[in-house]
């Protein structure tokens, strides 16, 4: 009797499953709701993971849960006070919000600290130039752009 083809090499039998990967493979399919069920077993297996806490923050907005996605986005902040992310997420949620105040803090705490991928150039400049806005008086509702090119 031969072994069964998934039990050979990583991710076989015996190994647990990496539901961190699974969620954000679920996540890029825009299966939003089975993202979010892998993403819980990750934090059970890590709690306290920022960047899991993060990625569920990113679903629960894709599925119009705002108030949901800021509790994640705040909840990872305290875990890890440097995540560009979470600070760029949340900024952007509180400045739907109207929470203008909270959407400049969190816009300047990125920038203090931004990322530095390849892909980062579209949202340091998409948070520069909605700080500039804010600072130079405001952003009417229509002139949001949330998601910064996401």
């Known amino acids: 009797m031969g072994w069964w083809p998934f039990s050979r090499g990583a991710g076989g039998l015996g190994e647990p499953p990496d539901y961190y990967r699974e969620g ?6 825009q299966k939003y709701h089975e993202a979010l069920t892998s993403f819980r077993l990750a934090l059970r297996q890590r709690p306290g993971d920022a960047e899991i806490m993060q990625q569920m923050a ?9 108030e949901e996605a800021v509790k994640f986005y705040e909840e990872a902040i305290k875990t890890r006070q440097d995540s560009p992310a979470a600070h760029y997420g949340l900024a952007f949620l509180l400045l739907h919000r109207g929470d203008t105040p909270g959407a400049r803090w969190h816009l300047q705490a990125f920038l203090q600290q ?19 806005q804010l600072e130079a008086g405001g952003i009417a509702e229509g002139e949001i752009d949330a998601w910064g090119g996401e």
């Open 114 to 132: 931004p990322p530095s991928d390849e892909g980062a150039a579209a949202h340091i400049e998409h948070a520069r130039r909605t700080l500039q």
């Open 24 to 29: 954000l493979k679920l996540a890029n399919q």
């Open 58 to 66: 990113v679903v629960y907005t894709h599925i119009g849960m705002p």
